[in-house]
């Protein structure tokens, strides 16, 4: 039999006081995969999060879990997944590992070895039998993955998770993720504004504009589509010899350049082409898109609403 979905969000909407915050969210995500929700402020990720475990109940549409209905079936769909929202929840008068501790306490399966491993995990062993409050941003984001992970989640979810890490933290971060994913088979849901990050962590994107998912892709196809940009003597003359010989697309930008997608074409036996065929090329560029592109294509001059 199929294993069921990790998470499966149907047409998850949510109107809060007239307004609709999230009009019709669809999504599938799988173990070992690395989701990002990206969206700029006030798009509607942290109400989405909010729904899919259970803090607020959806207008309409459900949030499946393992297998569970978040709805009906909230203990056993709950008990699949590790979550910070925005910040994490801790007592700020003990220690980290008191903390953990407290956690573990309540669920038996978490053992003192378990909770040593995930001190580990995340760095925090030469701070953990310190108080919380003298732990800095960083150091309490740490300790919030910490808690997170302890039970072994199926499903990891994860509010803007770097907010308050160095850089040096963020890599760590990333590395962190990308084993509970790739090794452990965690399948882990990060929401953020923050692009590069998305970019430099996760496999799929879905962009979130304004309470609406405008697109998902895998972020290796953004990334390994090239644009080309050429400076040449006769661009008309280029754009029809790229489109007969080569059915590529190509556009003028200025006066003596034009752009292209030249897919999985290589760019020297393209360049050869064009000099055979008395094309002079003055410059030629590659351009890689980023999820940045992208997001500012399908983002452009909105304002937070
Ligand atoms: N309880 C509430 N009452 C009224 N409006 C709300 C409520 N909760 C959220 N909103 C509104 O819903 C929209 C989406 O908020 P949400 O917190 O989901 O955004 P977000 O994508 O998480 O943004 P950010 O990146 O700033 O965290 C915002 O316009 C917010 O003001
Ligand atoms: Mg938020």
């Not at 953004?222 to 661009?235: G, R, Y």
């Amino acid at each position: 039999m199929q294993q069921p979905a990790v998470l499966e969000l149907a047409n998850l909407r949510k109107t809060i006081k007239g307004k609709e915050i999230v009009k019709g969210v669809n999504l599938t995500l799988n173990p070992s995969q690395i989701f990002g929700f990206l969206g700029p402020n006030g798009a509607g990720k942290t109400t989405t999060i909010r729904m899919i475990v259970g803090l607020i109940k959806p207008t309409e549409g459900s949030v499946t879990i393992c297998g569970y209905s978040v709805a009906h079936n909230f203990v056993k769909a709950l008990s699949n997944v590790g979550c910070i929202i925005e910040s994490p929840d801790m007592y700020k008068y003990l220690t980290g590992m008191e903390n953990l501790l407290q956690l573990a306490a309540m669920d038996k399966k978490i053992s003192k070895q378990r909770i040593n491993d995930v001190v580990e995990m995340v760095g925090l062993q030469h701070r953990v039998n310190d108080k919380v409050d003298t732990y800095s941003l960083g150091m309490r984001q740490r300790l919030g993955i910490a808690q997170a992970i302890m039970a072994r989640p199926k499903l990891l979810i994860l509010d803007e998770p770097t907010n308050g890490l160095d850089p040096a933290g963020m890599t760590e971060f990333r590395k962190l993720i990308r084993k509970l994913a790739y090794e452990d088979g965690m399948a882990v849901f990060v929401s953020s504004h923050l692009l590069l990050e998305i970019q430099q962590m996760c496999d799929v994107v879905s962009i979130i504009k304004q309470g609406s998912v405008i697109t998902t892709t895998l972020v290796q196809d953004i990334l390994h589509d090239d644009k080309i940009e050429w400076q040449l003597n006769d661009p008309e003359k280029a754009i029809t010899l790229l489109r007969e010989h080569w059915n590529i697309v190509a556009v003028r930008l200025k006066n003596d350049t034009i752009s292209a997608d030249i897919g999985q074409h290589s760019l020297d036996k393209l360049n050869e082409f064009l000099i055979r065929e008395g094309i002079a090329l003055t410059y030629c560029s590659t351009k890689q898109h980023t999820l940045e592109d992208l997001f500012l294509d399908l983002t452009v001059g909105d304002e937070i609403v």
